[in-house]
T-cell receptor
């Protein structure tokens, strides 16, 4: 079935450093891919998505490109801020019965940005 | 839009007591998901519903856990009796639940932090 493998954390960077969090997937076909972010004490929230191969999702300075050749969806940001400190999850749909579509999430990568 | 609403936000209870967690999904969403998050096990899907019907409860840890969705705007997750190992943050999420790819997005509530002593 569909699955994701996410870069192990934690990741600690200085403010304004470049960020990459790796995510690779195994899937039937070309499902939508997602990055979620969880700030301390909050629930997960959608950060960005790509719905088809070669699409680039972007939001809040973060980007990820859906690359079918390498089955990857790596998250990048050119200059991180302290406020980006959070846990980041890669996710994709798992097709199940009827129209219900559950998501399978990666293990999460803790990012800490130091001032 | 109020988003997904969960109550209570924090719950502290003693071992053996019954605990009920509540969730109100986003209006118009057809799918509802219950997750548990711990440091050791990460984010785990417990059960999900589509159009108020339970679709997959294989993630429910044991018979002490039960979930219901009596209508489209309300769901409960009950633990009876509770044990210290149930301590975790429990999240509810909802999605449109349609076949189109755009409906796969899940919207999470703020979570309920459960502590069982």
């Amino acid at each position: 079935g569909n699955s994701v493998t996410q870069m192990e954390g934690p990741v600690t960077l200085s403010e304004e450093a470049f960020l990459t969090i790796n995510c690779t997937y195994t899937a039937t076909g070309y499902p939508s891919l997602f990055w979620y972010v969880q700030y301390p004490g909050e629930g997960l929230q959608l950060l960005l998505k790509a719905t088809k191969a070669d699409d680039k999702g972007s939001n809040k300075g973060f980007e990820a490109t859906y690359r079918k050749e390498t089955t990857s969806f790596h998250l990048e940001k050119g200059s991180v801020q302290v406020s980006d400190s959070a846990v980041y999850f890669c996710a994709l749909p798992v097709i199940s019965s009827g129209s219900a579509r559950q998501l399978t999430f990666g293990s999460g990568t803790q990012l800490t940005v130091l001032p | 839009d109020a988003g997904v609403i969960q109550s209570p936000r924090h719950e502290v209870t003693e071992m053996g007591q019954e605990v009920t967690l509540r969730c109100k999904p986003i209006s118009g969403h057809n799918s509802l998901f219950w997750y548990r998050q711990t440091m050791m096990r990460g984010l785990e899907l417990l059960i999900y519903f589509n159009n108020n019907v339970p679709i997959d409860d294989s993630g429910m840890p044991e018979d002490r856990f039960s979930a219901k969705m009596p209508n489209a705007s309300f769901s409960t997750l009950k633990i009876q009796p509770s044990e210290p190992r149930d301590s975790a943050v429990y999240f509810c999420a909802s999605s449109l639940g349609l076949a189109e790819a755009a409906s796969y997005e899940q919207y999470f509530g703020p979570g309920t932090r459960l502590t069982v002593t």
